[in-house]
């Protein structure tokens, strides 16, 4: 029988399984999409017990799929949505309270409170993270502060808190195994990216006892086996990783110097810097790329908060469209933007500004702004964001000669041409875009023993299409001022 490895890509917007063999190929897959709820202003939660239904139902479909086939699942490898967090029983395994997403803002005067108390240094030093609600530290401080049962189990000794990883580990092995990766636990705020351990006086500082998180292990390690109830027979848990950090692994991003961006719900670019911590001059964040074999990576990276995030709006919240599909179509009817841009600052904005308090609007609109400038407005300012993000990371030294993409909004042929325009650098494509759910196979791999090093995954990325720039510098100069100018009024008001 040929043996695959099961990759599960748990992201905000859906949760994704799919079954990788040794080359690389995609042999059986399954999608279940998910929402979330807006209870508050500023307030974004998910359903922890949706999350692990729709995790079990795209498993055992693609599991179905390996019976029919004959195929032999090896391991599983986890990528998940990052920072959001969820509390629950270490005794009963019941969900305490929501999950808090990684775009929630509620904890955004906490951190400001944090920060006039002159404390981002050191949990920039500490973490390379900015203080911002983006990271856990802030929403576990709510969910004890705000949560009664939460509180309660944490006073009782009883309380399990985490990310998304570490959640499914614990219901995957039948709670038998409270754990998380040090990609993960680099987006918490709480993890000192130096000691590559939980830090006691940020634990302090966030009023966050240290028996509530899971042990932290390397990236490619054995973290235990699924409970045979689950699945039907004992399939062990092989790797973690944050699917920024997957998504860079699958797109052979594993030197110093090489650098990819991620396009799905949110936009994420990471820098390899190799073994050392780099800090930005920019407002980058520093964070740890992977652990495989005792050796730990390091990357900068540009976060943006809303990507694909900003279709889904225009989808479900104004009915401007049906499907995702149709952006492309509507862009590429334009002749230009009309000097419409959408500056997506729905839950704030990320690198490089952090600023956590403003708002989204679209400027420039006039009667004859209709859906098509919509639609174009919400790609074009993911393609805006990238192109600061890049140039932070210019300033701060990188040498940038093409940019690897990957994420569900790559498979849009105008959005990537104007991605390619707008950076005047070739922008590459991938055989597959579910670079992510590539990654983590690729570090069960490492650990089952199918690759020697990560060095040796590198050699199985490839590029199915380059796109080269053709845009003049006069007009790619003007869209950008149309763009920093509509950026500079959402930041004064």
């Known amino acids: 029988m040929q043996q695959v490895m099961l990759a599960l890509d748990q992201g905000t917007s859906s949760s994704r399984a799919l079954l990788f063999n040794q080359q690389g190929q995609v042999l059986a897959e399954a999608q279940q999409e998910l929402n979330c709820q807006y209870p508050h202003q500023g307030w974004v939660e998910q359903d922890a017990e949706h999350i692990w239904l729709s995790v079990l139902k795209v498993c055992r479909d693609v599991l ?3 019976q029919q086939q004959q195929l032999q699942v090896a391991g599983i490898g986890i990528s998940n949505q990052r920072e959001t967090t969820v509390a629950w029983h270490k005794s009963t395994g019941e969900v305490l309270a929501p999950a808090i997403v990684w775009q929630d803002r509620r904890t955004a005067a906490y951190c400001a409170e944090l920060t006039a108390q002159g404390h981002a240094a050191l949990v920039r030093q500490k973490t390379g993270l900015e203080l911002d609600p983006y990271f856990s530290a ?29 959640f499914l580990v614990w219901r995957l092995t039948g709670g038998t195994v409270h754990a998380t990766d040090s990609s993960n636990a680099s987006r918490t705020m709480l993890f000192n990216i130096h000691s590559l351990q939980w830090d006691q006086e940020l634990l302090s500082l966030f009023q966050v006892p240290a028996n509530c998180l899971p042990q932290v292990k390397q990236s490619a390690d054995f ?42 719900t949110g936009c994420f670019a990471l820098l390899n810097t190799g073994e050392q911590p780099l800090y930005s001059s920019n407002n980058l964040l520093t964070t740890v790329a992977c652990t495989v ?27 401007v469209i049906q499907c995702a599909s149709e952006t492309e179509t509507l862009a590429a009817g334009l002749l230009d933007n009309g000097g419409v841009y959408l500056v997506p600052a729905f839950t704030g904005l990320a690198a490089p500004h952090w600023r956590a308090d403003v708002r989204a609007a679209v400027l420039g609109m006039t009667f004859g702004t209709g859906k ?102 006069a007009e790619r100069a003007a869209l950008l001022k149309g763009w920093h100018q509509a950026v500079a009024q959402v930041l004064a008001c």
């Open 223 to 264: 973290y235990g086996v699924c409970a045979e109830a689950i699945f039907g027979n004992a399939i062990p848990v092989l790797a973690l990783a944050g699917d920024q950090q997957a998504a860079a692994i699958g797109q052979g991003c594993v030197s110093a110097g090489s650098l990819k961006s991620t396009y799905g």
């Open 372 to 473: 098509a400038q919509l639609a174009r407005a919400a790609l074009e300012a993911v393609v805006y964001q990238t192109v600061d993000l890049l140039a932070a990371m210019q300033a701060d030294g990188a040498r940038i000669t093409a940019l690897k993409v990957d994420g569900g909004m790559v498979v849009n042929n105008w959005f990537c041409q104007y991605l390619a325009d707008l950076l005047n650098l070739p922008v590459l494509r991938p055989a597959t875009t579910e670079s992510s759910a590539y990654g983590v196979a690729l570090l069960a791999g490492i650990s089952y023993g199918w690759y020697p090093d990560l060095a040796a995954t590198a050699q199985r990325s490839d590029t199915a299409q380059r796109f080269e720039p053709r845009m003049d510098d």
């Open 138 to 166: 802030s929403k576990i401080h709510w969910l004890l502060q705000n949560q009664q049962a939460v509180a309660e189990a944490a006073a009782a000794g009883a309380l399990c808190v985490g990310t998304i990883d570490s």
């Open 64 to 66: 179905k799929q390996a």
């Open 293 to 319: 074999q005792g050796q730990t990576l390091y990357a900068l990276e540009g976060a943006i908060f809303v990507a694909g995030a900003a279709v889904k709006w225009l989808r479900d919240q104004l009915g």
